[in-house]
């Protein structure tokens, strides 16, 4: 290799190397939801917006009628115009439990809206609690994890806290991708930091399980205000900060997990609905981004194989640190050890890069085109976005 390839290849090494450390850094300094919490004497109003989901949101329902230490939980459902039982699946799993309420919906969302933000903001004016907890129906709760979520909401006195859930992966195409998730925000920002800063940029949040201030909700603007979001748990997050109340990401360890997607056909398409909103629906930063992600992920272990000396050694020291940053990141997520298909996926990281550039070339397309659909519900136009934010 030439000195051109020489110096991209500790270029992108010293990325990797960066990654790695930012990672560390959370590893040390990232907040777990606590076990061990006293309850909380307040209302809270769970929130559960479910279309399709007769399979799965049973099990969320018995999870969400053995939480301890919230004696004034309320929990609000919403069938959105589901076609697969999703009302009678809800009903059967309540069964005489007086605490939740099941609505239904049988109209698609408004123009400008999709089907989510729709959902919640329904659910939210039907919540008279101070403190709001929104969940997604393929999340799985363990029974501390409202009253553990609703006190690091108050501990920290912040509008909105996002405890993130373990990422269950299953299948090679899961393990490649998901994974990402946590290590895009590990590898690249110091989150304490961030935990106490009001700039929106700097927001990590998942909607998959927020517990939320009511007042900071209302001042936001709630989910009016992001509704014509593919990314309305960011964007949520981000104008409660704008309106001067701060959010917070912790991981929620034991307390949540989820298993986003059950094949490859879903995952694709799951991601494909909304990867184009990355980086600000911008294609040149998207491309920008792709070719650091090239520099970092792709070119060092391509030394490693193909270099020669010290550029071996550099390529080989980037491909270790870009394992390392992936390794932490999952540790980060689950607060255990890896396990061997952690590190065999991490060994495959630059097929994971590779996967993910895939996927928001692949959403960039269909959004361009106006061919994004989930759930059978084709999603918001580019025209809707202007009309809303007009």
């Known amino acids: 290799m030439g000195a051109v390839a020489r110096y991209l ?10 990654g790695a450390a930012t990672a560390a850094y959370n590893l040390v300094t990232l907040r ?8 909380v004497i307040e209302p809270v109003t769970v929130c559960v917006p479910a279309r399709d989901e007769a399979a799965r949101l049973p099990a969320l329902i018995a999870d969400l009628r053995a939480q301890v230490g919230v004696p004034r939980l309320s929990v609000l459902i919403l069938d959105d115009a589901s076609t697969d039982g999703t009302y009678d699946a809800a009903l059967d799993a309540i069964a005489d439990d007086e605490r939740f309420t099941v609505l239904r919906s049988a109209a698609h969302p408004a123009p400008g809206w999709t089907g989510k933000a729709a959902a919640c903001a329904r659910l939210a004016a039907r919540a008279d609690a101070a403190a709001l907890v929104f969940v997604d129906a ?6 501390h994890a409202i009253a553990a979520a609703v006190t690091e909401l108050r501990r920290r006195g912040a509008g909105l806290v996002s405890a993130w859930p373990i990422q269950i992966a299953v299948s090679t195409s899961e393990r490649l991708v998901q994974p990402l998730l946590a290590w895009s925000w590990a590898s690249t920002l110091p989150v304490g930091p961030a935990n ?3 700039r929106p940029s700097t927001v990590v949040a998942c909607g998959q399980f927020l517990a939320v201030d009511a007042e900071a909700y209302r ?8 509704a014509a979001s593919a990314t309305e748990d960011l964007d949520l997050a981000r104008a409660i900060r704008r309106a001067g109340h701060r959010t917070a990401l912790v991981t929620a360890g034991p307390a949540a997990s989820t298993r986003m997607y059950t094949s490859t056909t879903e995952l694709t398409d799951g991601y494909t609905r909304w990867l184009w909103s990355a980086y600000g629906g911008r294609l040149d930063t998207g491309a920008a981004i792709a070719t650091l992600a090239a520099l970092a992920y792709w070119l060092p272990p391509l030394a490693a194989i193909l270099g020669r000396g010290r550029t071996r050694r550099a390529g080989a020291l980037g491909y270790l640190a870009a ?3 992936r ?9 255990r050890p890896p396990t061997t298909p952690d590190l065999t996926a991490a060994l495959a990281h630059p097929l994971s890069v590779a996967h993910y ?4 070339a692949r959403s960039h397309y269909r959004h361009r085109t106006n061919r994004l659909h989930w759930k059978q519900r084709p999603l918001v136009t580019p025209q809707d976005q202007i009309a809303h934010h007009a």
Do not use: Q
């Not at 290849?9 to 960066?18: Q, Y």
């Not at 001042?219 to 992001?226: P, R």
């Not at 390794?327 to 607060?335: C, N, P, S």
């Open 9 to 18: 290849t500790w270029a992108g090494t010293g990325l990797a190397a960066l």
């Open 32 to 39: 777990t939801l606590p076990r061990g919490v006293a309850g």
């Open 357 to 360: 550039l895939t996927l928001w």
């Open 138 to 143: 393929d999340v799985r709760l363990a029974p």
């Open 196 to 198: 106490h800063s009001l």
């Open 219 to 226: 001042a936001g603007g709630g989910h009016a205000a992001v």
């Open 327 to 335: 390794l932490t990141a999952r540790t980060i997520e689950t607060r």
């Open 323 to 325: 394992v390392t940053s």
